[in-house]
Structure formats: structure tokens, C-alpha cells
């Protein structure tokens, strides 16, 4: 069956890990809950661990356990200087327009963190859809019921239709396991031996062709 739909996850996906974006959103997550629960570091690398593992994020733990506002949190933690980072990829948008699939975001990030990356980079003029952590609650990934809601909120898609792009070898895998095709983003040329691997998004036609085809290259050996 033909994919019909590209979904993408965003932080370190649609960027490199080595931009520092994401360490520095860490950062700011630490000083959230520094400011917010007044923990000793010790224990906050305890509780975020803690949180990640049990609930697939910081964020639901916190509004689970200890009464913190999304709202507030999101805010808090994506308040980063974006255009300071990030630059436009021309290279990316010409890979990525070169694909005739629809094109969608879904992250466990919110919609203002999402176009302003999008836009940074330049290819926001490609993708018709978002579905981030707040559309999917109490859920998000790598839980299967995110998956669904996120294939039900993009228009009932098929699994089976769907390629997804992620960083995180969690949330590939339960893409997989739900039928989707994926591709591993891995920057730190450390291949899956289960999935097909490419350190950066705009290297995706190494994998993935163009009449939507998954393709395991020489290029993949080499990582």
C-alpha cells in the first residue's frame, strides 16, 4: 500500500541534535521545576527520570503528581531564543517539497514551539497539519492512544498509509508496532538494527524514494 502521509516529529527531528536547541529547552524544564517544587538538583534529575519513564514526559508527570498548569509549563520551558540557534535550511525545503505526500507535525512539544521552529527553518509553507501534546492528553508519545488520537485528529488516517520520522527509537517503535513504515533520525551515527536510520531529515531520500518506497541504502551501512 502507498504512503500517503509523512508525520514528522519535531525537536531534533526536523533539526539536528547538535543545533544545542534541546539542551537548552532541558534547561529550562530543570529551572521550571527548580522554581516550582524548590528540589535540590539530585532530586530533580531523579523526578524527571522518574516522569519520562512512567508517562512518556516531564510535563504529565507534573500535572499528574505535583498540580502543574501546562499552560504554564510549556511557556516556561520553550521560552528560548529560537532565531539565535536555528537558521534557514534551504537544502531541507528542497528535499522535503520533493516528496508529493501530505506533510504533518506530531510532538510532544505545543503549536507555538512548532511554527516557530517551522518558520525559523523555513518550511512551515510545507506541512497542513499539527497535532501536539495538548491535542493528545492525557496521553502523548510513545503511548499507543496517542498515536491514535493523532492518526484520528489528522483526518482518520490508516496506519499502513503513514511514514513516521522520529528521533526517539520509543516513539518509532510504537509507530511500528502499529503498522506505520518509519525512519530513525540519528545524528550520533548510531543505526537501528530494526529500522531504517539517516543522521538528518534532509537525508531522508536515502531510505525513503520518492514514489514512496522504503529503500535501504549503501549510505545506511556506512553510519
Same mark, same amino acid.
Given at each position: 500500500?502507498?504512503?500517503?502521509?509523512?508525520?514528522?516529529?519535531?525537536?531534533?527531528?526536523?533539526?539536528?541534535?547538535?543545533?544545542?536547541?534541546?539542551?537548552?529547552?532541558?534547561?529550562?524544564?530543570?529551572?521550571?521545576?527548580?522554581?516550582?517544587?524548590?528540589?535540590?538538583?539530585?532530586?530533580?534529575?531523579?523526578?524527571?527520570?522518574?516522569?519520562?519513564?512512567?508517562?512518556?514526559? =516531564?510535563? %504529565?508527570? &507534573? !500535572?499528574?503528581?505535583?498540580?502543574? $498548569?501546562?499552560? *504554564?509549563?510549556?511557556?516556561? +520551558?520553550? /521560552?528560548?531564543?529560537?532565531?539565535?540557534?536555528?537558521?534557514?535550511?534551504?537544502?531541507?525545503?528542497?528535499?522535503?517539497?520533493?516528496?508529493?505526500?501530505?506533510?504533518?507535525?506530531?510532538?510532544?512539544?505545543?503549536?507555538?514551539? =512548532?511554527? %516557530?521552529? &517551522? !518558520?525559523?527553518?523555513?518550511?512551515? $509553507?510545507?506541512? *497542513?497539519?499539527?497535532?501536539? +501534546?495538548? /491535542?493528545?492528553?492525557?496521553?502523548?508519545?510513545?503511548?499507543?492512544?496517542?498515536?491514535?488520537?493523532?492518526?484520528?485528529?489528522?483526518?482518520?488516517?490508516?496506519?499502513?498509509?503513514?511514514?513516521?520520522?522520529?528521533?526517539?527509537?520509543?516513539?518509532?517503535?510504537?509507530?511500528?508496532?502499529?503498522?506505520?513504515?518509519?525512519?530513525?533520525?540519528?545524528?550520533?551515527?548510531?543505526?537501528?538494527?530494526?529500522?531504517?536510520?539517516?543522521?538528518?531529515?534532509?537525508?531522508?531520500?536515502?531510505?525513503?524514494?520518492?514514489?514512496?518506497?522504503?529503500?535501504?541504502?549503501?549510505?545506511?551501512?556506512?553510519?
Amino acid at each position: 500500500m502507498p504512503i500517503t502521509t509523512l508525520i514528522l516529529d519535531l525537536d531534533e527531528t526536523v533539526y539536528p541534535s547538535s543545533t544545542g536547541l534541546w539542551d537548552l529547552i532541558g534547561e529550562r524544564i530543570f529551572a521550571f521545576i527548580h522554581q516550582r517544587l524548590e528540589l535540590p538538583a539530585e532530586a530533580i534529575h531523579a523526578l524527571q527520570y522518574q516522569y519520562f519513564n512512567s508517562y512518556g514526559t =516531564t510535563l %504529565r508527570g &507534573l !500535572e499528574l503528581n505535583n498540580g502543574i $498548569d501546562a499552560r *504554564d509549563y510549556l511557556d516556561y +520551558v520553550h /521560552d528560548v531564543p529560537i532565531e539565535n540557534i536555528l537558521a534557514p535550511d534551504q537544502e531541507l525545503h528542497d528535499v522535503l517539497s520533493g516528496y508529493p505526500q501530505r506533510k504533518v507535525i506530531f510532538t510532544n512539544s505545543d503549536k507555538n514551539h =512548532t511554527q %516557530r521552529v &517551522l !518558520e525559523r527553518i523555513g518550511i512551515a $509553507d510545507l506541512f *497542513d497539519g499539527v497535532v501536539d +501534546v495538548q /491535542d493528545i492528553r492525557p496521553h502523548c508519545k510513545p503511548q499507543p492512544e496517542a498515536f491514535q488520537v493523532a492518526l484520528n485528529l489528522f483526518g482518520g488516517l490508516d496506519a499502513a498509509d503513514c511514514l513516521f520520522i522520529d528521533d526517539s527509537l520509543r516513539n518509532i517503535q510504537t509507530a511500528a508496532e502499529m503498522g506505520m513504515s518509519v525512519v530513525h533520525i540519528n545524528e550520533k551515527k548510531q543505526p537501528s538494527l530494526l529500522y531504517p536510520t539517516v543522521r538528518y531529515l534532509k537525508e531522508l531520500p536515502q531510505v525513503f524514494s520518492k514514489d514512496g518506497e522504503i529503500q535501504i541504502s549503501s549510505a545506511l551501512a556506512d553510519l
